[in-house]
C-alpha cells in the first residue's frame, strides 16, 4: 500500500513508515532499510530530490526486489527470514534433555502464546518486535496470574528470542533482551493483609485422612496427603518417591533428585501416623515402585486431590501443592519455627551462618530433626479429636512419648 508523507514521522532526518524506515543520510542521497513482501531485510542506497521521490524510488526497489526473485530459489539466508513463529518456537526447544513432564507444559505455554499471535495477525518471527512482548506480558498480568505463573508463559518466547539471535545474528536481534517482569509489583495485590494465605491446619490434615482412609478408591490419595501435609514434602517429591528411599524400622524417609533445575537431597524422620499410612500401602508392592503408583504426573493426581476435596464436603479449598505449608504453618503459629523446619522442608541454608558455621552437619542433623520438627508435630497431633471408628486410631501414632 502507498505511503504518503502524512503518515511519516521526522526526527533527525530519519522517516518511518510501517514497512520501512528511510534516512537522508546527505542532499539528494538516502537509505532505505526495511523489509520486502517476502519477509527479506534489505538496506539500499539511492538517489532523490526530495522525501516525496525517496518514498516511492524506496517502495519500488523493494517491489523489484520481490519481483525479480519470484522465478529464483530462496538463498539460505533469506529463508531464514520466513520462519514461522511456531516452528521457531519448536526448533528451539526440540534439543532440550528435558522430561516429557517438562516438554509438554512448554509445549502448553507455547500454544497460548500462538493463540495470541494468531489474534493480533502475525505469522513470521520476523513481525515480531519488542512492543508485541510487552502487549503479551501485558495480556497475563490483566489476567490477574502470578508472578511465577507469568513467567512460565514467558519462557518460551523469551528461549526463542535468544535462539533466533544466536543462530541468525545478522538476521535477528533478541526481541526480549530488555523485557522485565517486577516481582514486587505482582505480588503486591497477590497478598490480602486482612485474609492471609490459605492452608490447612494440621487437625484438618487429619480429618482429611481419616474421610480418605474410610473409602476405597480416595484410599489411594492418602499417601500423598500425608507425605505433603505431615512430612512437609513438595508436590513432584511425594509423587517421585519410591519404596527403596523408605526405611521402616528407622522411620525415616529419604527424598532425593531435581527440583526447580537442583539436585537436592536430604534424609528426615517421619511422624507416627505417616508411617502407619506407609506401612498401610506397602503391602503387595515391589521395592523399587513409586509410593503413588497411580498418580505419577501431576495432571493427573493434582485434578483427583481437588475432586475428593469437593467430594470430602469438609470446605477445602487450597490448591493440592499447598498441602505442605501445614507444618510450616504451625511452626509459625506454635512458636517452633526455625532453621531445622526450613531444613526439614527442604529448604536452603539462607544465611552464611547457617551455611557454613551451623553445627549441626551431616549425622547431627537426623536426631535433631526428630527433637525439634517432629517431636512438634507429634504433638499437635495428639490434640487432634479422632471421629469415632476412626482408622486411624489404629495406627502406632497413639503411642506418642510425653
Same mark, same amino acid.
Given at each position: 500500500?502507498?505511503?504518503?508523507?502524512?503518515?511519516?514521522?521526522?526526527?533527525?532526518?530519519?522517516?518511518?513508515?510501517?514497512?520501512?524506515?528511510?534516512?537522508?543520510?546527505?542532499?539528494?542521497?538516502?537509505?532505505?532499510?526495511?523489509?520486502?513482501?517476502?519477509?527479506?531485510?534489505?538496506?539500499?542506497?539511492?538517489?532523490?530530490?526530495? /522525501?516525496?521521490?525517496?518514498? =516511492? +524510488? @524506496?517502495?519500488?526497489?523493494?517491489? %523489484?526486489?520481490?519481483?525479480?526473485?519470484? $522465478?529464483?530459489?530462496?538463498?539460505?539466508?533469506?529463508?531464514?527470514?520466513?520462519?514461522?513463529?511456531?516452528?521457531?518456537?519448536?526448533?528451539?526447544?526440540?534439543?532440550?534433555?528435558?522430561?516429557?513432564?517438562?516438554?509438554?507444559?512448554?509445549?502448553?505455554?507455547?500454544?497460548?502464546?500462538?493463540?495470541?499471535?494468531?489474534?493480533?495477525?502475525?505469522?513470521?518471527?520476523?513481525?515480531?518486535?519488542?512492543?508485541?512482548?510487552?502487549?503479551?506480558?501485558?495480556?497475563?498480568?490483566?489476567?490477574?496470574?502470578?508472578?511465577?505463573?507469568?513467567?512460565?508463559? /514467558?519462557?518460551?518466547?523469551? =528461549? +526463542? @528470542?535468544?535462539?533466533?539471535?544466536? %543462530?541468525?545474528?545478522?538476521?535477528?536481534? $533478541?526481541?526480549?533482551?530488555?523485557?522485565?517482569?517486577?516481582?514486587?509489583?505482582?505480588?503486591?495485590?497477590?497478598?490480602?493483609?486482612?485474609?492471609?494465605?490459605?492452608?490447612?491446619?494440621?487437625?484438618?490434615?487429619?480429618?482429611?485422612?481419616?474421610?480418605?482412609?474410610?473409602?476405597?478408591?480416595?484410599?489411594?490419595?492418602?499417601?500423598?496427603?500425608?507425605?505433603?501435609?505431615?512430612?512437609?514434602?513438595?508436590?513432584?517429591?511425594?509423587?517421585?518417591?519410591?519404596?527403596?528411599?523408605?526405611?521402616?524400622?528407622?522411620?525415616?524417609?529419604?527424598?532425593?533428585?531435581?527440583?526447580?533445575?537442583?539436585?537436592?537431597?536430604?534424609?528426615?524422620?517421619?511422624?507416627?501416623?505417616?508411617?502407619?499410612?506407609?506401612?498401610?500401602?506397602?503391602?503387595?508392592?515391589?521395592?523399587?515402585?513409586?509410593?503413588?503408583?497411580?498418580?505419577?504426573?501431576?495432571?493427573?493426581?493434582?485434578?483427583?486431590?481437588?475432586?475428593?476435596?469437593?467430594?470430602?464436603?469438609?470446605?477445602?479449598?487450597?490448591?493440592?501443592?499447598?498441602?505442605?505449608?501445614?507444618?510450616?504453618?504451625?511452626?509459625?503459629?506454635?512458636?517452633?519455627?526455625?532453621?531445622?523446619?526450613?531444613?526439614?522442608?527442604?529448604?536452603?541454608?539462607?544465611?552464611?551462618?547457617?551455611?557454613?558455621?551451623?553445627?549441626?552437619?551431616?549425622?547431627?542433623?537426623?536426631?535433631?530433626?526428630?527433637?525439634?520438627?517432629?517431636?512438634?508435630?507429634?504433638?499437635?497431633?495428639?490434640?487432634?479429636?479422632?471421629?469415632?471408628?476412626?482408622?486411624?486410631?489404629?495406627?502406632?501414632?497413639?503411642?506418642?512419648?510425653?
Amino acid at each position: 500500500m502507498t505511503q504518503t508523507t502524512r503518515s511519516l514521522t521526522t526526527e533527525k532526518k530519519k522517516y518511518k513508515t510501517d514497512r520501512f524506515t528511510l534516512i537522508q543520510e546527505r542532499e539528494n542521497r538516502w537509505k532505505v532499510s526495511g523489509r520486502d513482501s517476502e519477509g527479506s531485510y534489505r538496506r539500499i542506497r539511492f538517489d532523490a530530490k526530495d /522525501l516525496s521521490e525517496a518514498i =516511492r +524510488t @524506496a517502495e519500488r526497489i523493494l517491489q %523489484n526486489l520481490t519481483d525479480n526473485r519470484k $522465478n529464483k530459489p530462496l538463498r539460505k539466508a533469506q529463508r531464514h527470514c520466513m520462519i514461522r513463529i511456531s516452528d521457531a518456537l519448536f526448533r528451539s526447544a526440540e534439543s532440550r534433555n528435558w522430561s516429557e513432564y517438562t516438554r509438554q507444559s512448554d509445549a502448553t505455554s507455547s500454544e497460548y502464546f500462538l493463540d495470541w499471535v494468531d489474534r493480533k495477525g502475525l505469522t513470521f518471527w520476523h513481525e515480531l518486535r519488542f512492543e508485541h512482548v510487552q502487549q503479551y506480558r501485558k495480556c497475563l498480568l490483566e489476567r490477574g496470574l502470578a508472578y511465577d505463573t507469568i513467567r512460565l508463559y /514467558l519462557v518460551p518466547v523469551r =528461549r +526463542t @528470542a535468544m535462539w533466533m539471535s544466536m %543462530n541468525w545474528p545478522k538476521d535477528y536481534v $533478541n526481541i526480549c533482551q530488555g523485557l522485565r517482569l517486577s516481582r514486587r509489583d505482582v505480588c503486591s495485590t497477590s497478598y490480602n493483609e486482612e485474609e492471609g494465605n490459605l492452608f490447612l491446619p494440621i487437625a484438618s490434615v487429619l480429618d482429611f485422612l481419616d474421610w480418605l482412609t474410610r473409602d476405597e478408591e480416595w484410599d489411594r490419595l492418602s499417601v500423598g496427603v500425608a507425605l505433603q501435609g505431615l512430612a512437609g514434602l513438595q508436590l513432584q517429591e511425594a509423587l517421585r518417591l519410591t519404596w527403596d528411599k523408605v526405611n521402616i524400622p528407622e522411620q525415616s524417609i529419604t527424598i532425593d533428585g531435581f527440583v526447580k533445575n537442583q539436585y537436592r537431597i536430604r534424609k528426615i524422620p517421619i511422624v507416627n501416623t505417616v508411617l502407619w499410612i506407609l506401612r498401610r500401602a506397602r503391602s503387595g508392592t515391589r521395592s523399587s515402585g513409586r509410593l503413588i503408583p497411580h498418580f505419577s504426573a501431576y495432571d493427573s493426581y493434582s485434578p483427583a486431590l481437588k475432586r475428593a476435596f469437593r467430594e470430602s464436603k469438609q470446605g477445602i479449598v487450597i490448591k493440592p501443592k499447598d498441602l505442605r505449608n501445614t507444618i510450616q504453618t504451625a511452626a509459625i503459629d506454635g512458636g517452633w519455627y526455625g532453621y531445622y523446619v526450613q531444613r526439614y522442608v527442604g529448604h536452603a541454608p539462607a544465611t552464611i551462618g547457617e551455611r557454613h558455621y551451623h553445627g549441626d552437619q551431616g549425622k547431627r542433623l537426623f536426631p535433631l530433626f526428630q527433637e525439634k520438627v517432629v517431636a512438634h508435630i507429634e504433638e499437635e497431633i495428639g490434640k487432634w479429636k479422632a471421629p469415632e471408628n476412626s482408622p486411624l486410631v489404629f495406627g502406632p501414632r497413639l503411642a506418642v512419648k510425653g
